[in-house]
């Protein structure tokens, strides 16, 4: 395969506009490119019965998220104590210049931290912590160092 276009990964979310905040004024993401999607074409895509709202988010890099907001909230699903215990994507990485205070608004956002805030080990030249976004999605937060 040769691919014509940056990743997009998709996120099914109950609150667009707390979710869309928390992507854009925490993450760094800009709003792209907003549509519904109609009820037909998201049946026959698997993706909702109702059609939903489909808002793409780009990093500055040109990854693009895509939040997915149908006319009823999906249900929420329990993280495990261990990322690897969740079968398939467990989470989203985003490096930064500034994890603390990237985190700080993170947490100011409705986040949770889920590991310590700021994992150092020796002769590693990374920063690194995992939070959930309001919603539950898992964060990864790098930042390096030196």
Known sequence: MKQTAALEAGISVSDLDRMLAFY????????VRR???PAQLSEQL?????GYLCVWLQTP?????K??????APAANDAPAYLTSRHGIAYLTFYCSDLSEVLAAAEAAGATLRSDRA????GNPL???FFSDPEGNIIELVEPQG
């Open 24 to 31: 854009t004024d925490v993450l760094g993401c800009e709003e």
């Open 61 to 65: 890099f040109g990854e693009r998220i």
């Open 35 to 37: 549509a519904p999607i």
């Open 67 to 72: 939040l997915m907001s149908p006319p009823d």
């Open 119 to 122: 994992l150092v080990e020796p």
């Open 127 to 129: 920063r690194l912590c």
């Open 46 to 50: 698997t993706l909702a019965p109702d």
